[in-house]
């Protein structure tokens, strides 16, 4: 019995040192941490510095507080008062070289365009023995479209401080279209469009030129799933439809809106501006086209609806037709670039393109040191054109496109020029789902 006493009390000193410990060690700094007065977070180091140095600029504007940690000395506040978020823009000096465009060539360019146009819908009607009362398209150079072209230089498709894109937005919105075709790599598909091949040529997706009363043209690409449906995650990359949303947000999320600093996250300006838009399809396309193949393929459906579909008259008709209700369909409108006469691009397959078949696997998926590869073959050897190449693959990510087959340069800028940001059509298909793949020119590369 002595023996079994003296156990118990070891057991008992043994969990007392335990539980004292405990308190000491875990308990203790907690309770203290509770009790004692909230301090603020050590400011940035250079903050000081920042304060004595030259007068600041006036601050710009920052957005309320947010109930989800936007309040009075967050970090997100405090983030946007740093003066990086509140240095005034300094527009950069444009020499010839920075322009995409010469103004003068670019405006004759233009003036014989508008006269070949007039011409040959002066022609258009005598063959039909129309009448029309319609005065002859004039250009005016203040005209939002060519000042976006003019506009374009070696650092974005437009400045941050320039009014041009609003009023560019603004007019694909709202002026009427004078005439309605197939975009050229389309036309080129014509007599070709095999709808039994898995991935379907870009004839298939219903993309139409549309050029309005001020002479400007735009890609349409109508409305063709309901805004909440997600892409069916058994769907290849390569299947999928294109959205016309997608056009639309990929813009915003690329382009820097001026007075609200959060907007400046990306601030690339590689996307062209890119507008939704109710289009009556029979005012503003079917009675406006002089194609012949386009207004064969229009059609009333059983509900009344007038509707349309691509370039695979005998083997797609009901699979790709879009209708409107009953003539109003929703899409969305892209501006053109400068003519390749004027501005040549050059268009280069990703070193990060994917396998377009159903078990294929490119290298870069296999290998991961692919990018010490890609490192020694130029242009990516020496340029910017890597850095670029990353920027864009971060972009992808955000918006979800796993479809960056190829990418354009103007050629005027060399193998530093920016990136041109186009067809972002696959983008937001799954917005629960993150593709890291797409990030794997940064993770294989570890630059930024």
Not at 149 to 156: D, M
Not at 355 to 383: F, I, M, R
Not at 425 to 443: K, M, Q, T, W
Request: proline share 8%.
């Amino acid at each position: 019995m002595p023996g079994l006493r003296r156990d118990r009390l070891r057991t008992l000193l043994l969990l007392g040192v335990l539980l004292a410990a405990d308190l000491y060690f875990h308990l203790g700094p907690r309770v203290r941490r509770r009790l004692r007065p909230r301090e603020r977070p050590p400011g940035c180091p250079c903050a000081h510095r920042a304060a004595t140095s030259a007068p600041r600029p006036a601050a710009r504007h920052v957005p309320p507080a947010e109930p989800d940690g936007g309040g009075p000395g967050s970090k997100l506040r405090a983030l946007f008062a740093h003066p990086l978020y509140n240095e005034p823009e300094k527009p950069p000096l444009l020499g010839p070289e920075d322009s995409l465009l010469a103004g003068p060539e670019a405006l004759r360019y233009y003036r014989r365009k508008v006269a070949r146009w007039n011409r040959r819908h002066r022609i258009y009607k005598e063959q039909l023995n129309l009448t029309s009362l319609d005065p002859p398209l004039q250009l005016h150079l203040e005209t939002s479209w060519i000042q976006f072209h003019l506009g374009i230089s070696r650092h974005g498709l437009y400045s941050r401080s320039s009014p041009v894109v609003s009023k560019l937005l603004h007019d694909m919105r709202h002026l009427p279209t004078i005439s309605a075709d197939y975009s050229q790599d389309e036309k080129a598909l014509l007599g070709a469009c095999d709808c039994t091949q898995i991935v379907k040529p870009s004839g298939v997706h219903l993309k139409l030129v549309l050029r309005f009363s001020d002479f400007g043209k735009a890609m349409f690409k109508p409305m063709r799933q309901l805004r909440d449906e997600e892409t069916p995650e058994d769907f290849f990359y390569f299947i999928d439809f294109q959205r016309h949303n997608a056009e639309i947000a990929a813009f915003h999320l690329d382009r820097c809106e001026l007075g609200s600093p959060s907007f400046r996250i990306l601030d690339f300006r590689r996307v062209p501006p890119t507008v939704g838009r109710l289009v009556n399809v029979t005012k503003e396309i079917l009675e406006v086209t002089k194609n012949e193949i386009l207004q064969s393929v229009f059609f009333i459906s059983p509900a009344s609806n007038v509707c349309f579909f691509a370039k695979c008259p005998y083997l797609c008709k009901t699979e790709y037709a879009v209708c409107g209700n009953p003539h109003l369909l929703e899409g969305s409108l892209s501006a053109f670039l400068p003519s390749l006469n004027l501005a040549p691009r050059l268009s280069v397959p990703s070193p990060w393109i994917r396998s377009y078949s159903l078990a294929g696997k490119e290298e870069w998926e296999v290998n991961p040191l692919y990018c010490d590869t890609v490192k020694q073959v130029y242009p990516h050897s020496s340029s910017g054109r890597l850095l670029n190449i990353i920027d864009m693959a971060i972009f992808d990510f955000l918006t979800g496109n796993m479809d960056r087959h190829h990418y354009e340069t103007f050629t005027k800028f060399g193998d530093d020029g920016f990136l041109i940001h186009l067809d972002n059509a696959r983008g937001f298909g799954r917005h629960s789902h993150d593709e890291v793949s797409i990030l794997s020119p940064l993770s294989q590369c570890c630059r930024i």
